[in-house]
């Protein structure tokens, strides 16, 4: 069957694309792929559905692992603020504002994306998908352009007003967690998703070769390097270990305790060139020169020097957050 009836042609169905394609020559993943398009028959509903249920199950997914290592003290020595272990209940508190946000922000975005994606010519429902060569350079485009976004857009979201009334709520924890990822004002999920979605749409309008299952790949990517720099460890094996320029954990942790600097995401040049990592490094050198004096002290003590280091940032933080909000005048009087 072809799409020349004009009706069929404006809303086709799964059965009418899939008309001439060979499943034969089809891969395995490909044939699922399809078959998700088949199944459920609408493509808009086939897409908006899967978008949804990919965000929400590696969201999740990626911060159960985060739950269970917060709740075992042997991961302790690997926690970046050891004194700040998330309890059950701010869990839930904060999973049940995340889902909120899912379903009033996320969820009415997702069902407008596939009529957008097809209206700038990005594939959804065609097979075969891209391989790996194809998708490797778009979504290392994507991750460069969302670490610039959300880089000045984050820096923006702590002035006056908006930090006041919008990202104020993300920074309600000083020691993040992994589920705390996306803990924020609907405001906020709604301009810095802007950053993860943007690179795509820009890509697929200029380039025009563009598959939705990339975005995917894409998203799923930034899902995990979202919940793993708020999951508040930084083990041997982390990525920025591997990959200098990698922010992680250790980056995005400082961010919270301090209030200041580190407002990148992926990637740490936007700070070091920028000169907005002064104060996370000027830190780090403190806490590793004061533990090199103190070689030979034992590790309670050391614990117990980077305990107040980290005090005092936290407490610099603050007040820097009332300056932020604009309480500047209040906080020298008292
Ligand atoms: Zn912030
Ligand atoms: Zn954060």
Redesign the pocket.
Known sequence: MSLNVTAAAYHPSAQDVYANVDFSSLSWIEKQWAGWYIGIGNLVIATGLMSFLLHEIVYFGRALPWIIIDAIPYFRKWKLQPGKVPTPQEQWECTKLVLFSHFTVELPVIWLFHPLAEAIGMATYQVPLPSWRTMLPQVAFFFFFEDMFHYFSHQALHTGVLYKHIHKI??KYSA?FGL??EYAHPAEVFILGTGTILGPLLYCYFMRDLHICTVYVWIFLRLCQ?ID??SGYDFPWSLQHILPFWSGAEH?DF??MAFTNNYSTSFRWWDRMLGTDDKYLAYRKKVEAAKAAMKNASKEDKDEIERKMMAEVEAEGIRAEALAEGNGRQLKVE
């Open positions: 993300h920074h993040p705390a990822a979202a720099a708020h995005h961010h919270h």
